[in-house]
């Protein structure tokens, strides 16, 4: 009788086993890949959306926002993250295998961030002097009011969507110097200026942590702004940007839904606590 009990429970725990597989194995899935800007805010998105909704599990990985957008365009992720927007070309693609032009949703505003050592004496720069320094125009510290010294630029690497914003909103389309050394990452750039006391480098703001943030000016006779919450909703700060969502089509079903949730006031409390910018 004990035998036989214990088969009993055996299998019960077998059949219990075989349905919590079942059910896990029938998670509806949401794939979301692309810039590297916006990976942790994805990620945050994805483990508090995930804890209201565990029907659904929604995957987050980078690599760059023309990563993902390429990922979109060959049918290999619901949703592209970027921090530029789409391009024509990347549209056309689209187009052609899917019959659609893509929609776009505006989820986050981002302050591209200027980040120098702390030791660095500078604290203010114009648009203009920025442009020079990134050119390789103006390439020693002393001509923006710092130490007789050679600039040391850092940059991201040409698939970054921040590489492709900043070269076409600040440098207006012209090349980076050939001296900036590109890194694979937003973290890589600010560890490397953060070890550097001649290096300057730029990216997302929230990643702006153990260096300085070098205020900007929109001209040489306008004020500086840091990227704040109030100088990104005045308008204030002269890099501001988008941060985007990418689908094929306009949302349905458990995509539209996790959409949505970014946009409400829970996905957007989100956002803040990562250090970006509400959208509303």
Same mark, same amino acid.
């Given at each position: 009788? *004990?035998?036989?009990?214990?088969?009993? #429970?055996?299998v019960g725990l077998c059949i219990a086993c075989a349905f919590g597989l079942m059910a896990a194995t029938n998670k509806k899935v949401v794939t979301v890949k692309g810039s590297d800007t916006m990976v942790i805010l994805a990620?945050?998105? @994805?483990?508090?959306?995930?804890?209201?909704?565990?029907?659904?599990?929604?995957?987050?990985?980078?690599?760059?926002?023309?990563?993902? +957008?390429?990922?979109?365009?060959?049918?290999?992720?619901?949703? @592209?993250? %970027?921090?530029?927007?789409?391009?024509?070309?990347?549209?056309?693609?689209?187009?052609?295998? /899917?019959? %659609?032009?893509? &929609?776009?949703?505006? @989820?986050?505003?981002?302050?591209?961030? +200027?980040?120098? !050592?702390?030791?660095?004496?500078?604290?203010?720069?114009?648009?203009?002097? #920025?442009?020079? #320094?990134?050119?390789?125009?103006?390439? !020693?510290?002393?001509?923006?009011?710092?130490?007789?010294?050679?600039?040391? +630029?850092?940059?991201?690497?040409?698939?970054?969507?921040? &590489?492709?914003?900043?070269?076409?909103?600040? +440098?207006?389309? $012209?090349?980076?110097?050939?001296?900036?050394?590109?890194?694979?990452?937003?973290?890589?750039?600010?560890? @490397?200026?953060?070890?550097?006391? =001649?290096?300057?480098?730029?990216?997302?703001?929230?990643?702006? $942590?153990?260096?300085?943030?070098? $205020?900007?000016?929109?001209?040489? !006779?306008?004020?500086? &702004?840091?990227?704040?919450?109030?100088?990104? *909703?005045?308008?204030?700060?002269?890099?501001?940007?988008? =941060?985007?969502?990418?689908?094929?089509? $306009?949302?349905?079903?458990?995509?539209?839904? /996790?959409?949505?949730?970014?946009?409400?006031?829970?996905?957007?409390?989100?956002?803040? *606590?990562?250090?970006? /910018?509400?959208?509303?």
């Open positions: 009788m *004990k035998k036989m009990s214990k088969k009993i #429970i055996a990620q945050r998105w @994805a483990e508090q959306y995930m804890a209201s909704h565990p029907d659904i599990t929604v995957q987050v990985t980078g690599g760059g926002s023309g990563v993902g +957008l390429s990922a979109l365009i060959n049918g290999t992720t619901d949703i @592209a993250n %970027s921090s530029r927007p789409m391009k024509k070309s990347e549209m056309d693609k689209l187009k052609v295998r /899917f019959n %659609s032009l893509g &929609y776009e949703t505006q @989820a986050a505003k981002d302050g591209i961030t +200027l980040y120098l !050592n702390e030791s660095n004496p500078v604290s203010e720069m114009s648009l203009a002097q #920025i442009k020079a #320094i990134y050119l390789g125009e103006i390439t !020693n510290w002393k001509d923006v009011g710092g130490p007789d010294a050679k600039i040391i +630029l850092y940059g991201r690497e040409n698939s970054s969507g921040t &590489y492709v914003y900043f070269r076409d909103n600040v +440098l207006s389309g $012209k090349d980076y110097a050939a001296s900036m050394q590109s890194l694979p990452g937003t973290a890589a750039v600010v560890n @490397a200026v953060a070890k550097d006391n =001649l290096g300057i480098g730029y990216g997302g703001a929230a990643y702006a $942590k153990g260096i300085k943030v070098l $205020k900007v000016k929109k001209d040489a !006779n306008s004020p500086a &702004y840091e990227p704040t919450p109030e100088t990104i *909703k005045m308008n204030q700060y002269p890099i501001t940007r988008y =941060l985007y969502m990418y689908t094929r089509a $306009k949302p349905t079903g458990d995509i539209k839904d /996790f959409v949505d949730w970014t946009l409400s006031a829970e996905g957007q409390s989100v956002v803040t *606590k990562v250090g970006y /910018f509400p959208v509303n």
